[in-house]
């Protein structure tokens, strides 16, 4: 089975901090997505990868940026946390379809 | 760029009786349509996916859902639900997307199945 792993599931982080969301995926997938979910919004794609060092944003990237050093790993960064961050954050991959999803990391900015 | 409509996000039923979750979508070439379902504090599993061939999908656990690409809907349903079936279901379409480098899930608003007793 695929495995998606989001390192945290629940941070709680202090406004303009700097944030890292990690995620780790196990089947050599090409493509990996960072949605945020928000109650009657449903999800909505920030950034996603197709492959190392390449990335593009989704339809909300202000405030966010990327990295993917290594095919298994992308990370969500949050340059100055602030409130209106606060959020449950999805990772995917995908080589094809379908995408599979971690966890979620629940982030509390206060 | 694709739009998912979930008109309802609150759906409340008996146990054993059916259900039916909306979904539709904006008309596209090539889409492939997804149905994920989220049990609390937990992340998305996929329950049934529609990529190609037969119009009528299922799961293992007795969901359906139907393609019908005159009305650009995909309609989950199940004739019998049970208490475990409470979670929110999230419609989800994949396409190329706007930049054409990797195919990109769109997803509805989500529906919250609560299944009374």
């Known amino acids: 089975d695929v495995k998606v792993t989001q390192s945290s599931r629940y941070l709680v982080k202090r406004t303009g901090e700097k944030v890292f969301l990690e995620c780790v995926q196990d089947m050599d997938h090409e493509n990996m997505f960072w949605y945020r979910q928000d109650p009657g919004l449903g999800l909505r794609l920030i950034y996603f990868s197709y492959d190392v060092k390449m990335k593009e944003k989704g339809d909300i990237p202000e405030g966010y940026s990327v990295s993917r050093e290594k095919k298994e790993r992308f990370s969500l960064i949050l340059e100055s946390a602030s409130t209106n961050q606060t959020s449950m954050y999805l990772c995917?991959?995908?080589?094809?379809?379908?995408?599979?999803f971690g966890q979620g990391t629940r982030l509390t900015v206060v | 760029a694709q739009s998912v409509t979930q008109l309802d996000s609150q759906v409340p039923v008996f146990e054993e009786a059916p259900v039916e979750l909306r979904c539709n979508y904006s008309?596209?070439?090539?889409?492939?349509l997804f149905w994920y379902v989220q049990y609390p504090n937990q992340g998305l599993q996929l329950l049934l996916k529609y990529l190609s061939g037969s119009t009528l999908v299922e799961s293992i656990n007795g969901f359906e859902a139907e393609f019908n690409k005159s009305q650009t809907s995909f309609h989950l349903r199940k004739p019998s639900v049970h208490i475990s079936d409470t979670a929110e279901y999230f419609c989800?379409?994949?396409?190329?997307?706007?930049?054409?480098?990797?195919?990109?899930?769109?997803f509805g608003s989500g529906t919250q199945l609560t299944v009374l007793p």
């Open positions: 995917a991959s995908s080589l094809t379809d379908p995408a599979f």
């Open positions: 989800a379409v994949s396409d190329w997307g706007s930049s054409g480098s990797a195919r990109q899930l769109t």
């Open positions: 008309s596209s070439v090539s889409v492939y």
